[in-house]
């Protein structure tokens, strides 16, 4: 069955940076896409990175464009989200997503907290 498993997340100051990872299993990686969304307290899940299959084609939600950076590995299986220049406002669970033969799938989150 489809897995994805996010990892990295944590508490960092403003201004900070982190790297999360995302572990994809029981499908064919290279063949898809896949997503990064975030979900904050009281408010929607929203997208915040895409990569293409091969990682040539990425877009990014106006909020974290220039701060943010996906990536993907498909030796390992894995997308990768590196976060720079954070703010509070990026504090949210993040989740790494992917639609594979028709459904969408989510791995269980990773907690982003972005405080002094």
């Known amino acids: 069955e489809v897995q994805l498993v996010e990892s990295g997340g944590g508490l960092v100051q403003p201004g900070g940076y982190l790297r999360l990872s995302c572990a994809a299993s029981?499908?064919?990686?290279?063949?898809?896409?896949m997503s990064w969304y975030r979900q904050a307290p009281g408010k929607e899940r929203d997208r915040v990175a895409q990569?293409?299959?091969?990682?040539?084609?990425?877009n990014y939600a106006d909020s974290v464009k220039h701060r943010f950076t996906i990536s993907r590995d498909n030796t390992k299986n894995t997308v990768y989200l590196q976060m720079n220049s954070l703010k509070p406002e990026d504090t949210a669970v993040y989740y790494c997503?992917?639609?594979?033969?028709?459904?969408?799938?989510w791995g269980q989150g990773t907690q982003v907290t972005v405080s002094s």
């Open positions: 029981g499908f064919t990686f290279s063949g898809y896409a």
């Open positions: 997503g992917a639609w594979v033969e028709g459904y969408d799938y």
């Open positions: 990569i293409s299959r091969a990682g040539g084609v990425t």
